[in-house]
């Protein structure tokens, strides 16, 4: 906590964040996605260890990462002997959604957004990392979303996810997460959009009621880590 | 004489002139094309893409923008692709390079690999393999080391081939996937204070 604290000072002043209202613009989003220079910060993510502690010593091991490949995850993932398996889940959903929040709920969009993004045999991941990317999604897309990822993964296997804690706000930033080690992630933050929807525990409960347990972490700027096990 | 270099040869002479046409043909060119079909169309454009790329490839040999193979390509030599191929690629010594405007459908196999344009594929790569910003690679990829720049868009897997080092007998491994069915994953250390766990 202290050496953290150093850290942010001797750092100095974070980066201006977005302000403003909210975008609802998803493409334009991701059309400022960010590089590697415009990391906001460094953080302690007590999920991701909690995550890699699930395989960290059995390589070879499938893990997907649905936040769209980035060296500094191929090359935490590919280091520990496993194998990365990548989707940009978010432009994706931004190709086939495109702001059309009512087609969230068609069953054969649903269907043909699954098998565009999520289209794996049963049963074929050890850990997927699912970011903050469900939040985006209505609730008729994202409970399909979990089933199909409950699917994908093998029994014992953890999916790391990330929701917005804090109910009273109306925007929510965008971020997108890089590994730096185990315990240490590098957070971009690129806009903020309206919530789709907030997530309290008992949410949270309901949502992942297929998966054996789950875990929640708390982090300091309202993010709950999310670690089920299915 | 493979069929891009006779086309080389036939547009520079029929091209207007530029300085960066202004380039000694290459001796030999050991790039063959196993039958199919081969489509060559636009040679002014043809022209205009090679004088892009060409402080790009430095001597290797090229398929332009406007060109379209069929079949199966094998080479010798390093190969720059700014056209479409479907099919296959095998350059397993040399390094090849797909240019922004290339369009690969194929399974590709080289030495080293850099991705500036699209490749719908498997991609063996025994050196490495770059996919710059703008590249979109939708394949499975095994590799030794891989560079993928911000922007890039990738879908398919990644795995790292560790190269044996020359004259180190190798050992046997057992299957991967043998390993991993046989040790259930380890269950995650207990967490601290703060924590909250749900069990079903």
Same mark, same amino acid.
């Given at each position: 906590?202290?050496?953290?604290?150093?850290?942010?000072?001797?750092?100095?002043?974070?980066?201006?964040?977005?302000?403003?209202?909210?975008?609802?613009?998803?493409?334009?989003?991701?059309?400022?996605?960010? !590089?590697?220079?415009?990391?906001?910060?460094?953080?302690?993510?007590?999920?991701?260890?909690?995550?890699?502690? !699930?395989?960290?010593?059995?390589?070879?091991?499938?893990?997907?990462?649905? $936040? !769209?490949?980035?060296?500094?995850?191929?090359?935490?993932?590919?280091?520990? $002997?496993?194998?990365?398996?990548?989707?940009?889940?978010?432009?994706?959903?931004?190709?086939?959604?495109? $702001?059309?929040?009512?087609?969230?709920?068609?069953?054969?969009?649903?269907?043909?957004?699954? !098998?565009?993004?999520?289209?794996?045999?049963?049963?074929?991941?050890?850990?997927?990392?699912?970011?903050?990317?469900?939040?985006?999604?209505?609730?008729?897309?994202?409970?399909?979303?979990?089933?199909?990822?409950?699917?994908?993964?093998?029994?014992? $296997?953890?999916?790391?996810?990330?929701?917005?804690?804090?109910?009273?706000?109306?925007?929510?930033?965008?971020?997108?997460?890089?590994?730096?080690?185990?315990?240490?992630?590098?957070?971009?933050?690129?806009?903020?959009?309206?919530?789709?929807?907030?997530?309290?525990?008992?949410?949270?409960?309901?949502?992942?009621?297929?998966?054996?347990?789950?875990?929640?972490?708390?982090?300091?700027?309202?993010?709950?880590?999310?670690?089920?096990?299915? | 004489?493979?069929?891009?270099?006779?086309?080389?040869?036939?547009?520079?002479?029929?091209?207007?002139?530029?300085?960066?046409?202004?380039?000694?043909?290459?001796?030999?060119?050991?790039?063959?094309?196993?039958?199919?079909?081969?489509?060559?169309?636009?040679?002014? @454009?043809?022209?205009?893409?090679?004088?892009?790329?060409?402080?790009?490839?430095?001597?290797?040999?090229?398929?332009?923008?406007?060109?379209?193979?069929?079949?199966?390509?094998? @080479?010798?030599?390093?190969?720059?692709?700014?056209?479409?191929?479907?099919?296959?690629?095998?350059?397993?010594?040399?390094?090849?390079?797909?240019?922004?405007?290339?369009?690969?459908?194929?399974?590709?196999?080289?030495?080293?690999?850099?991705?500036?344009?699209?490749?719908?594929?498997?991609?063996?790569?025994?050196?490495?393999?770059?996919?710059?910003?703008?590249?979109?690679?939708?394949?499975?990829?095994?590799?030794?080391?891989?560079?993928?720049?911000?922007?890039?868009?990738?879908?398919?897997?990644?795995?790292?081939?560790?190269?044996?080092?020359?004259?180190?007998?190798?050992?046997?491994?057992?299957?991967?996937?043998?390993?991993?069915?046989?040790?259930?994953?380890?269950?995650?250390v207990p967490i601290q204070a703060g924590a909250a766990e749900v069990k079903r």
């Open positions: 906590m202290l050496s953290d604290r150093l850290k942010s000072i001797l750092r100095g002043p974070s980066p201006p964040r977005a302000v403003g209202p909210p975008e609802t613009d998803l493409g334009r989003l991701l059309a400022v996605r960010p !590089g590697k220079n415009e990391m906001l910060r460094t953080r302690t993510s007590r999920g991701l260890e909690q995550f890699v502690a !699930g395989f960290r010593d059995l390589p070879g091991l499938a893990i997907l990462d649905l $936040g !769209g490949a980035n060296q500094e995850n191929v090359n935490f993932i590919t280091s520990l $002997g496993h194998k990365f398996y990548s989707e940009d889940f978010l432009r994706i959903f931004q190709e086939i959604f495109a $702001g059309d929040l009512a087609d969230q709920s068609n069953p054969s969009r649903i269907d043909y957004f699954l !098998g565009q993004v999520l289209d794996y045999p049963d049963e074929q991941f050890d850990g997927v990392l699912a970011w903050d990317l469900l939040e985006y999604m209505e609730p008729a897309l994202l409970s399909a979303t979990i089933d199909r990822l409950a699917r994908i993964l093998k029994p014992k $296997g953890y999916l790391l996810a990330f929701f917005h804690a804090d109910e009273r706000l109306d925007s929510v930033p965008c971020y997108s997460f890089r590994i730096e080690n185990v315990r240490n992630l590098q957070v971009f933050e690129y806009g903020k959009r309206a919530p789709s929807h907030l997530f309290n525990n008992r949410r949270l409960e309901k949502l992942f009621l297929k998966f054996e347990s789950v875990k929640f972490f708390l982090t300091r700027e309202s993010l709950r880590e999310v670690i089920v096990r299915k | 004489m493979s069929v891009w270099n006779k086309q080389r040869r036939e547009e520079e002479t029929s091209a207007p002139f530029t300085g960066n046409s202004l380039r000694p043909a290459p001796q030999a060119l050991p790039v063959e094309i196993k039958k199919e079909t081969t489509t060559l169309s636009n040679m002014s @454009s043809m022209t205009v893409g090679r004088t892009e790329v060409d402080g790009a490839r430095g001597g290797s040999a090229s398929i332009g923008k406007a060109v379209k193979i069929v079949g199966q390509i094998t @080479s010798r030599e390093d190969l720059y692709v700014d056209g479409d191929v479907e099919g296959s690629l095998e350059l397993l010594e040399h390094k090849l390079t797909i240019g922004p405007n290339g369009n690969i459908r194929a399974g590709v196999k080289a030495r080293e690999v850099v991705a500036l344009g699209a490749i719908q594929g498997n991609v063996e790569a025994t050196d490495r393999i770059e996919i710059r910003k703008d590249a979109k690679l939708v394949g499975d990829i095994k590799t030794a080391r891989i560079v993928i720049e911000d922007g890039a868009y990738f879908k398919g897997s990644i795995d790292i081939v560790k190269t044996e080092p020359k004259g180190v007998p190798a050992v046997p491994i057992p299957p991967r996937h043998q390993a991993a069915a046989a040790t259930p994953m380890a269950a995650p």
